[in-house]
């Protein structure tokens, strides 16, 4: 009987200490990976006569995404690939707080650009937006 006791008063005590051990595992991992097209946030469907963003998302350098009408919000300075997929598209770069380039794509094209610093605007709030 006193065996079966103490090994009642160890078991609550061994499974606590082994929580507390994972919760101090969870707390050391590194930050969670880069967002990616399906952590976008929806937006509606894509209205091509008022450059209407379908998506946003952050996006640093490195990244590619075969999203032809989408708007990404991105890091001024990164480098990412933009495609056409199966039709034309003119992708508009905006600048919040000012200033635009537009880039096209023919049809199943690719293009690779870097982002220029935004003029009199915030930096790292960069918007692509596709037009087809």
Known sequence: MQFSSSLLWTLPFFHFSLAAKADATVAAEPAAPEATPSDCQNLGPWRPTNYHSIATCPLT??????????????????????????????????????????????????????????KNGVDGQVQIVARN
């Open 61 to 118: 350098s490195g990244n590619r995404y075969d999203c032809p009408g989408t708007a990404f919000l991105i890091h001024t300075g990164s480098t990412i690939t933009v495609s056409s997929g199966d039709s034309p598209v003119d992708w508009i770069i905006n600048c919040r707080g000012g200033g635009w380039t537009q880039i096209h794509c023919a049809r199943n094209n690719a293009k690779d650009f870097t982002i220029p610093a935004c």
